[in-house]
C-alpha cells in the first residue's frame, strides 16, 4: 500500500547511533543519557514484593492512588504547592508518553508551538504527529541563554503553545526566576499554554534551587508539568513518570492517555509509592550527581577541551574548538573511531545548525567509567 508518513524525515535517533557506534568499536560510551549503575536494592526489593502479593492486574488509570499521594506530598514538601491527587496528577509510562499525550490533548492541526533548541528529540516530533508546526529558537554557546523578545516577538496568530525544558537536556543549564517571570507575562499576555518537562528536577547543582513551573500560579494554571521516576531513582527502563496539570487540562490529558497506554506497571507504581516515603531518598540526589560532574570535569583539567558550567542534568558541555576543525557529527564519529569514547553532537537537536563546536558527555556513570574515558582523551587530545 502507498503510505503516507507523517513523519517522513525522522530516522533513527541520535541516541541510538551513537551507541550502536560505541559497541562497534568497544568505546566508553557518555553519549546516551542512561546510568550504568544499578538502582537501589531495597528499591527493587519492594517491587518483588508487590509481584508476590499479586499486584499484577491494571492499575486505575490515572494511576495508583498511593502513588498520586507520595507525588503530592513531595511537590509540597519541595514547592510548598498543594496539588490535588485526583483532579491534578496523572501517572504515565514515561516522561516521552506525558509528552506526546499533553501535546495531543491540546495541539490541533494547524497550532504552532514554540521551541528552545537544542530541543529533546520527542518535541518536534510529537507536535507534528497531531498536525502542528514547530517555530524553534535556536540557543547558542557559551551561555545558551534566552532572549525573551525574541520570544515574544516569534508568536504567530497560530501560537498555541511554549515547550521548555528546566533542567535542560543536553543543555545542563536551569531557568531562573527572571526566566520564569518573563515566561508567565508572554504566556499570560498571548493566552498560551506551557509544557514544562522537569524530569532533571532533582538534579540542580552548586546551592541552586529548581524553581518549577509549579511555583508560579498564572502559569501552573495553564501548564502541563512532566516528571520522571527513572531519572530520579535511576530506573529508566522502567519508563514511569507522572504529568500535573490543572483540572481542564487534566481532563483533555486523560481522554488521550487512557487510549495511548490506558494504566501503568501496577507493582512499579507500588513500589515507588513506598519508596517515596523517604524524602532522602530524592534529597540527596543533588549531591549525588554533583560528585560526579566534578570528579569527571576535574579528570578532563587537562585536556584540550573547554567545559561549559552544567548548572543541572547529568550532562555537560564541552567546546572542542582546541581540538578539532570538524563539525560536531564528524567529530563525535572521529572521537569513537580514534579515541574510544562516545559522545552526543548538538546539531541534531537544531533545525537550522549554528556555527558552534560543542558536544555532549554524560556523567551519570560509574567512578571507573569516568576515569576510564578521561584516561583515553586526557594527553592524546
Same mark, same amino acid.
Given at each position: ?90 501517572? !504515565? =509510562? ?8 499533553? *501535546?495531543?490533548?491540546? /495541539?490541533? &492541526?494547524?497550532?504552532?508551538? @514554540? +521551541? ?23 540557543? !547558542? =554557546? ?8 525574541? *520570544?515574544?516577538?516569534? /508568536?504567530? &496568530?497560530?501560537?498555541?503553545? @511554549? +515547550? ?34 522537569? *524530569? ?182
Amino acid at each position: 500500500m502507498n503510505i503516507k508518513s507523517k513523519l517522513p524525515d525522522i530516522g533513527t535517533s541520535i541516541f541510538s547511533v551513537m551507541s550502536a557506534m560505541a559497541r562497534e568499536h568497544n568505546a566508553v560510551n557518555l553519549s546516551q543519557g542512561f546510568p550504568d549503575y544499578d538502582i537501589d536494592e531495597e528499591l527493587k526489593a519492594m517491587m518483588i514484593r508487590h509481584v508476590r502479593n499479586g499486584e499484577n492486574q491494571y492499575s486505575p488509570m490515572p494511576g495508583q492512588p498511593a502513588l498520586r499521594s507520595a507525588i503530592v506530598k513531595k511537590v509540597e514538601l519541595m514547592h510548598n504547592v498543594k496539588v490535588d491527587p485526583d483532579e491534578e496528577v496523572t501517572v !504515565t =509510562a514515561g516522561a516521552t508518553q506525558a509528552i506526546y499525550t499533553a *501535546v495531543g490533548a491540546v /495541539i490541533s &492541526p494547524g497550532d504552532n508551538v @514554540i +521551541i528552545f533548541e537544542p530541543a529533546y528529540d520527542a518535541y518536534a516530533p510529537s507536535v507534528r504527529s497531531y498536525g502542528g508546526n514547530i517555530t524553534p529558537i535556536a540557543l !547558542t =554557546a557559551p551561555d545558551f541563554s534566552i532572549d525573551w523578545e525574541q *520570544v515574544e516577538s516569534s /508568536i504567530l &496568530p497560530s501560537t498555541r503553545m @511554549i +515547550i521548555i525544558t528546566n533542567p535542560h537536556n543536553p543543555l545542563g543549564r536551569i531557568l531562573g526566576d527572571e526566566d520564569l517571570q518573563a515566561l508567565r507575562d508572554i504566556a499570560v499576555k498571548h493566552d498560551l499554554l506551557v509544557m514544562s518537562d522537569e *524530569v532533571y528536577e532533582h538534579l540542580v547543582f552548586d546551592g541552586r534551587e529548581h524553581l518549577s513551573i509549579l511555583r508560579y500560579p498564572e502559569l501552573r494554571n495553564r501548564a502541563f508539568a512532566i516528571f520522571s521516576f527513572g531519572k530520579t531513582f535511576h530506573a529508566t527502563g522502567w519508563k514511569t513518570g507522572y504529568c500535573i496539570s490543572p483540572p481542564y487540562l487534566t481532563k483533555e490529558f486523560r481522554r488521550i492517555h487512557q487510549y495511548v497506554t490506558y494504566a501503568v506497571h501496577t507493582p512499579t507504581q507500588l513500589a515507588y509509592a513506598e519508596y517515596m516515603q523517604d524524602p532522602n531518598k530524592y534529597l540527596t540526589l543533588p549531591t549525588f550527581f554533583q560528585q560526579k560532574r566534578d570528579l569527571f570535569v576535574d579528570l578532563m583539567r587537562n585536556s584540550a577541551f573547554d567545559f561549559l558550567k552544567s548548572e543541572g542534568s547529568y550532562f555537560v558541555l564541552a567546546d572542542y574548538s582546541r581540538v578539532s576543525d570538524l563539525d560536531d557529527m564528524a567529530f563525535a564519529e572521529w572521537l569513537v573511531n580514534e579515541h574510544g569514547v562516545a559522545v552526543i553532537p548538538l546539531s541534531p537537536f537544531y533545525t537550522e545548525v549554528p556555527e558552534q563546536r560543542v558536544v555532549r558527555f554524560c556523567f551519570a556513570k560509574t567512578e571507573g567509567v569516568l576515569r576510564e574515558a578521561a584516561g583515553r582523551l586526557v594527553g592524546s587530545l
